[in-house]
């Protein structure tokens, strides 16, 4: 089964400034049909999980410019370019190149210093 | 827009059942496969079951040990959890989210498994 990591487990950030997200896969989550499925989400408060990233780097319908996602093979990153008070949550990766298995990442606490 | 509405969530004692549903509107529910993922009390996030447009195939976590069923009603837009056997660490708030890529999430029912 893959296993995914994500690094830091906990990020505290000054509104204005970047921040980053790493997330590791135990193996390769390019398919063979050429796509990378890995995902990323954020949960913000008592809130439900939104996806914000899907297939590595690809925005979501409505989320910010300010969040993107790169990355290949087992090695991704989520960027937040300029950090705002709304982005306070838990950032999770997920992977579905195992289909139809799903798996989540630990996931990443981000709040505002 | 996408709405996701969760329900049937409860007080449950070990051993026993409980069958989650999910009411779905905004878009075409048969053209989309469904999920459920759940959160345990301050924990992070667990895929439980995902089910494809056209009913012909499930899948489970491996963790489940085949207690848990998902079904899907197109002509009702809903999706179900039957959820047997249960454990105390089955409780959980379940969140529904639609298509494979869970674009879009419910606001979770919440099962709690105690004696």
């Known amino acids: 089964d893959v296993v995914m990591t994500q690094t830091p487990l906990s990020l505290s950030v000054t509104p204005g400034q970047p921040a980053s997200i790493s997330c590791k896969s135990s193996q390769s989550l390019r398919h063979s049909d050429g796509n990378t499925y890995l995902y990323w989400y954020l949960q913000r408060p008592g809130r439900s999980p939104q996806l914000l990233i899907y297939?590595?780097?690809k925005r979501f319908s409505g989320v910010p410019d300010r969040f993107s996602g790169s990355g290949s093979g087992t090695d991704f990153t989520l960027k937040i370019s300029r950090v705002e008070a709304e982005d306070v949550g838990v950032y999770y990766c997920m992977q579905s190149v195992q289909l139809p298995l799903f798996t989540f990442g630990p996931g990443t606490k981000v709040d505002i210093k | 827009q996408v709405q996701l509405v969760e329900s049937g969530g409860g007080v449950v004692q070990p051993g026993g059942s409980l069958r989650l549903s999910c009411e779905a509107s905004?878009?075409?529910?048969?053209?989309?496969?469904m999920h459920w993922v759940r959160q345990a009390p301050g924990k992070g996030l667990e895929w439980v079951a995902f089910i494809r447009y056209d009913k012909n195939k499930a899948y489970y976590a491996d963790s489940l040990e085949g207690r848990f069923t998902i079904s899907r009603d197109n002509s009702k837009n809903t999706l179900f959890l039957q959820m047997n056997s249960l454990r105390v660490e089955d409780t959980a708030v379940y969140y529904c989210a639609k298509d494979q890529i869970l674009g879009e999430w419910g606001q979770g029912t919440l099962v709690i498994v105690s004696s």
């Open positions: 297939e590595v780097s």
């Open positions: 905004g878009f075409t529910f048969s053209d989309f496969g």
